[in-house]
């Protein structure tokens, strides 16, 4: 192949490459030969994306010499549970999949996470490759191996760690993607910088005026070979993973008080940020300076800086019923400096309330 990856995950249960550049998806075909992955394709993507890009990635395939069959399901969270997962085996059962085929997961986060559950489990685990197609998927969903469904009970509830054969992305693909979900995506690929890479944090802040110019393939292929070094470390999540929780344990709350609809992800995750660099400052672990650039960046981007539409009582209270409580006490992840993220148990609700009340209702 006459193109670099990105990054490389390494874990027990697979090594992998993580491919970022323009027209990436003209390579899938030959990516899947160097490989040597399978016989023949299997892709699924959703209706939304298929319009898109289907064609598009089933005429590349077809040039590598492959035969494929695709289902798109429908768009949307609400298609990410256990009736989809089902209509899946369904198919690839009636098409008579064997273990010397491959998936092709073609989609945002919820297309490969379902997908990549589908696949790990069907014939007790056949390969498959990510093709994400939203940032948030490019920097995050697609890397790592946690595929997996929500349940009546929860998101996330049910799934498995399942690495890919390769993840392969191609920024232009966003040129689709709404804005709201590129602001989405940023968020992540802006805390994998907080957490871990002062020089993203700093190249980021120069390009900050003009959006579309935070996603050019050396910033997704930065943030993307980050998520890849914390998972290679660590991939079942017993410490550095959870880093990656960074604005999270708020985020997830400001979602759930809100039933999944007012905030999207990122927009909650950015809310929570601002809430985790407060109190970081507060324990003297965050200057004022770096506690001002943090929501600076953030803002530029447009994501929000408060959500006084969501209690904080309803958000404390929820966040002590979430699965981050560990021995009856959360865990917070605070910066101790820009770039250098540590895990602490020791925020005290005091503190909390004083670094939430004017950003939270
Ligand atoms: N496995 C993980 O580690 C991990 C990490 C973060 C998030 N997630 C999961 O990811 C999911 C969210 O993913 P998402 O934000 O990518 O959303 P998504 O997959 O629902 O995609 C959002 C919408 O954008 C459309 N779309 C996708 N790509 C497009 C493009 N290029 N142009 C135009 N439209 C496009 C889709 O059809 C869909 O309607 C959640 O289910 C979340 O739990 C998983
Ligand atoms: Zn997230």
């Known amino acids: 192949m006459n193109f670099e990856s990105a990054a490389s995950v390494k874990t027990a249960s697979g090594n992998y490459d993580i491919f970022v550049h323009d027209q990436a998806i003209e390579n899938v075909g030959e990516i899947c030969r160097a490989l040597d992955i399978g016989n023949h394709a299997f892709i699924i993507t959703d209706t939304e994306i298929n319009k898109i890009f289907g064609e598009q990635l089933v005429s590349i395939l077809s040039q590598a010499g492959y035969t494929t069959k695709l289902y798109a399901i429908n768009a949307g969270e609400d298609q990410k549970n256990l009736e989809t997962v089902e209509h899946l085996y369904n198919w690839l059962l009636k098409n008579h999949v064997e273990r010397s085929d491959f998936v092709i997961c073609l989609g945002g986060g919820v297309v490969t996470d ?191 800086s408060e959500a006084s539409d969501v209690y904080l009582d309803d958000v404390l209270k929820t966040m002590r019923s979430d699965k981050k409580m560990y021995q009856g006490t959360l865990s917070w992840i605070l910066l101790n400096g820009i770039g250098n993220a540590i895990i602490s148990r020791n925020v005290s609700e005091a503190t909390f309330r004083s670094a939430a009340e004017t950003i939270l209702g």
């Open 114 to 304: 379902l997908g990549g559950y589908v696949a790990a489990t069907t014939l007790r685990g056949i390969p498959f490759l990510h093709v994400p197609t939203t940032l948030l998927g490019m920097v995050d969903a697609a890397i790592g191996g946690k595929t997996g469904v929500d349940h009546q009970l929860g998101k996330n509830l049910i799934g498995a760690f399942a690495q890919p054969a390769a993840v392969v992305s191609d920024p232009q693909l966003l040129s689709t993607l709404p804005i709201r979900q590129i602001r989405d995506g940023l968020a992540e690929l802006i805390k994998h910088g907080l957490i871990l890479d002062k020089d993203l944090v700093d190249l980021l802040e120069k390009s900050s005026s003009n959006l579309r110019s935070l996603i050019e393939p050396h910033f997704i292929a930065k943030s993307s070979s980050i998520k890849a070094g914390i998972v290679s470390a660590d991939e079942r999540e017993s410490s550095k993973r959870m880093l990656l929780n960074y604005g999270h344990t708020v985020g997830h709350a400001i979602e759930a008080c809100t039933g999944y609809q007012t905030y999207r992800h990122g927009e909650a995750v950015a809310v929570g940020m601002h809430i985790a660099g407060k109190i970081s400052h507060q324990l003297g672990l965050l200057s004022e300076e770096e506690l001002n650039r943090q929501q600076h960046l953030i803002t530029s981007c447009g994501l929000p």
